[in-house]
């Protein structure tokens, strides 16, 4: 062979050998990629670790995670003598806001419609009204600054069911009843993963069995998965693919809310206050109602807490009662807490001071024939907010089983004023009163209107939001005020009645504008350089608050006070109230 065709013959062989090296780098690269691609898109068998579990838990090593609605709770549950409890403060916000601790006295109390429950700290023993029961375990416990209630105590007066789970060892509790809530069932089988990739480690496997509780993502790739509570409370994401449709559930526990019966009249409440401040005022009844007209209650204001163990001042009159009732009216007498002998924050934290105001009051309408108490505690702070609530539960109880009348009196519903609860005040008591005055007051840095037409109707609406309307009676102002600015900062005010008020304006020539939204006259003059303005209180405005009754479906009007208005008042209120 020549060296030409030997040439040829070596470089066709090179080039065989490079073809084939580059075919088997493609070959192993494209293996590689394949390789690669299935191992990327295989997910991941591997499951979390017993430590990642109890980290998941917040497994402490003493006490019981708790599992309140398939989400895992900071509370905890402890267990003595083999019994479970919950921790008061949770039981109070999740599950029974009923349930109140007296931390002054350490007493457990819950109350029904009829009924007052109460257990000492460390006792099995509790008491319904004066019944003695007996249980196996202690119902309340302490542990350093912390209370605990006998879970099996719990769920005798609650809307919850619960199930003891382990490893780790967990309580899983339900309530709600009613309540909606979203889930999602695996289509056969699926995996709850850490997070939104299936090579996450696996938190729980699961079937179509299993039910999934739709939890909010806060992952970045929530269009293919869902972030899910598991029953028993394991949190993680499963694949949208693995599932079915999104279905909405409802809870059922099997509880019944307690029914809590109250008296309704079957008429308009047309009420007035009668400022009663001595024993010989109580004659002044005749003269208080002398120009009253379709009046069918009236309010005494003869009770005041007098001093810090929940015992009351009275000048209660049953002269004064069987006077009311020959004239058509029954008396809801009035409890104010503006006695400067008493705290609020020393009568309503303790059950035993709270229990001498509630008798009595309750001892004082009975031995009078007193048809109703009107409370007016208008010093409350949110501090004690719950001692006050409790106190009005417990009361109801007691007039509940006695026939009396409960209405209780509440600022005009605003933010600050929320604590007063006047939702529970709505399932509780009879009668919820709006004080639809004093918009603005001697204590307001701008002058204003006392109750205009507008600020009415919006405390009328909030309220309405949490208690029933034919529970509600709205008070209208019998006063006004006169503001005084001088070099046009305010210097004073004065309350004045009505009649008293329109006098001073016409006398000094004010011209009186009528301003629809306020539903008021309006009127100001100057005298020695000092401007005086009044929003003025006339038959024309109170017809206007009159008749929001009809409006808004309301049980009635009261009036603030008797005395301070005209005969014509009446004879506008009449027409809406007879």
């Given at each position: 062979m020549s060296?030409d065709?030997?040439?040829?013959a ?6 065989i050998?490079?073809?084939?090296g580059?075919?088997i780098?493609?070959i192993a690269t494209?293996a590689f ?6 191992r990327r ?5 591997k499951?979390i670790s017993?430590?990642?579990i109890e980290?998941?838990f ?8 708790v ?7 900071d509370?905890?549950g ?12 949770f039981?109070?916000k999740?599950i029974?806001?009923?349930?109140y601790?007296d931390n002054?006295?350490?007493i457990?109390?819950?109350t029904t419609?009829t009924e007052?429950?109460?257990s000492?700290v460390g006792a099995?023993?509790?008491y ?9 375990y202690?119902i309340v416990?302490t542990?350093?600054d912390k209370?605990y209630v006998a ?6 007066y609650?809307?919850?069911?619960y199930?003891v789970?382990e490893?780790?060892?967990?309580i899983?509790?339900?309530s709600?009843?009613g ?6 069932y695996a289509k056969?089988?699926g995996?709850?993963?850490?997070g939104t ?8 496997d699961?079937?179509s069995?299993?039910?999934l509780v739709?939890?909010?993502n806060?992952?970045?790739?929530d269009?293919?998965w869902?972030k899910?509570?598991?029953n ?6 499963i694949k949208?693919s ?5 279905k909405t559930?409802v809870i059922?526990t099997g509880?019944?809310?307690?029914v ?5 009249k079957d008429?308009t409440i047309?009420?007035?206050w009668?400022?009663?401040?001595t024993e010989?005022a109580n004659s ?12 069918n209650?009236?309010s005494p204001t ?7 163990d929940?015992?009351i001042s009275s ?5 004064y009662?069987q006077r009311?009732?020959?004239m058509g ?6 409890v104010d807490?503006?006695?400067p002998?008493?705290s609020?924050?020393k ?9 001498n105001l509630e008798?009595?009051?309750l001892?004082e ?5 007193i048809?109703?108490?009107n409370?007016?505690f208008?010093?409350?702070t ?5 001692d006050?609530?409790?106190f ?5 109880v007691?007039?509940?089983n ?5 209405s209780i009196?509440?600022?005009?519903s605003a ?9 529970e005040?709505g399932?509780v008591?009879d009668?919820?009163i709006?004080?639809g005055y004093d918009?603005?007051?001697?204590g ?6 006392v109750?205009s037409?507008s600020w009415?109707?919006?405390?009328i609406?909030?309220?309405?939001l949490?208690?029933?309307s034919?529970k509600?009676?709205?008070a209208?102002?019998f ?22 008020a329109m006098d001073e304006?016409?006398?000094?020539g004010?011209e009186?504008v009528w301003?629809?939204?306020?539903g008021q ?6 005298v ?17 608050k009159?008749k ?6 309301l049980?009635g009007?009261a009036?603030w ?15 809406y109230?007879?």
């Open positions: 060296t065709k030997m040439k040829v070596v470089n066709k062989q090179k080039v050998a490079t073809l084939i580059i075919g780098i493609i494209v990629i394949i390789e690669e691609n299935i898109n295989t997910p991941s068998k499951h017993e430590n990642e980290e998941m917040g497994v402490d090593g003493e006490n019981m995670v599992v309140f609605n398939d989400i895992i709770d509370a905890k402890y267990v003595f003598d083999e019994k479970i409890y919950l921790e008061y403060e039981v109070k999740n029974n806001s009923r349930f601790w002054n006295e350490n457990l109390i819950y419609p007052i429950i109460k000492d099995k023993e509790y319904v009204n004066k019944s003695k029961n007996v249980t196996d202690a416990k542990k350093g209370v879970i099996e105590y719990v769920k005798l609650s809307d919850m069911l199930e789970m490893e780790p060892d967990r899983c509790i339900t709600g009843n309540q909606e809530y979203e889930a999602v056969k089988s995996q709850v993963r850490t990739h299936i090579k996450k480690s696996v938190v729980r699961v079937t069995d299993d039910r739709l939890l909010p806060d992952e970045e790739q269009e293919e869902f899910v509570s598991t028993g409370g394991y949190v993680g994401y949208k693995q599932v079915g449709d999104v559930e059922e509880y019944e809310e307690p809590y019966t109250n008296i309704k008429f047309c009420m007035g009668h400022m009663v401040t010989g002044t009844i005749y003269d208080a109602t002398a120009v009253t007209k379709g009046m209650v009236i003869w009770f005041r807490i007098s001093d810090n929940g015992n000048i209660a009159d049953s002269t009662v009311a009732h020959q009216m029954e008396v809801w007498a009035m807490d503006q006695s002998d008493s609020d924050d009568v309503f934290t303790y059950t035993s001071k709270r229990e008798n009595a009051l001892s309408a009975i031995e009078h024939g048809d109703g108490i409370v007016d208008e010093y409350i949110e501090d004690i907010a719950e006050y609530i409790q009005i539960r417990e009361f109801s007691k007039c509940r006695n026939g009396i009348v409960l009196d509440n600022y005009v933010s600050y004023n929320k604590f007063y609860n006047r939702e005040q399932k008591a009668y919820v709006i004080m918009e603005h007051t001697k307001s840095k701008e002058a204003g209107s109750a037409l009415v109707k919006e405390g609406e909030n309220t309405l949490e208690v029933p034919e509600v009676i709205n209208v102002p006063y006004t005020r006169i503001w005084e600015e001088k070099d046009g900062k305010l210097v004073g005010t004065r309350a004045l009645g009505l009649v008293d304006m016409e006398a000094n004010a009186l301003i629809d939204v306020l006259y309006y009127g100001e003059y100057t020695g350089g000092t401007l005086c303005r009044s929003w003025l209180e006339d038959p024309r405005s109170i017809e206007e009159a929001l009754i009809g409006e808004y479906n049980a009007i009036a006070r008797l005395g301070y208005e005209d005969a014509d008042v009446w004879n506008t209120i009449i027409k109230t007879n």
